[in-house]
């Protein structure tokens, strides 16, 4: 069995800055991309910001320049350093990621970590 805990959601001010990570477990033979995705109250569940084995990144356009996402592949881990954070940043932050099992190749999500911003 693979799962992805995600921990660092909470409640901060606007302008503020929170630390997610996401912890892959289980019986892994290599892991592809990892990725962070949210979502709002009433919206669709979008793509913040993914990141390669080899480290090549993207991201939205709503949270470029604010949110930085790293891997550390030893540790099969993914986070999402979130600075600046704005009101509609608000949502269920879930982590994802494409797993290499005896299985094969497994999608696998997180259970998701609320972030709140607001005053």
């Known amino acids: 069995q693979v799962q992805l805990v995600e921990s660092g959601g909470g409640l901060v001010q606007p302008g503020g800055s929170l630390r997610l990570s996401c912890a892959a477990s289980?019986?892994?033979?290599?892991?592809?991309?990892m990725g962070w995705y949210r979502q709002a109250p009433g919206k669709q569940r979008e793509l913040v910001s993914a990141i390669t084995s080899g480290g090549s990144t993207n991201y939205a356009d709503s949270v470029k320049g604010r949110f930085t996402i790293s891997r550390d592949n030893a540790k099969n881990t993914v986070y999402l350093q979130m600075n600046s954070l704005k009101p509609e940043d608000t949502a269920v932050y879930y982590c994802?990621?494409?797993?290499?099992?005896?299985?094969?190749?497994?999608?696998?999500w997180g259970q998701g970590t609320l972030v709140t911003v607001s005053s």
């Open positions: 289980g019986s892994i033979f290599s892991i592809n991309a």
């Open positions: 994802n990621s494409d797993i290499a099992t005896q299985v094969g190749y497994l999608e696998v």
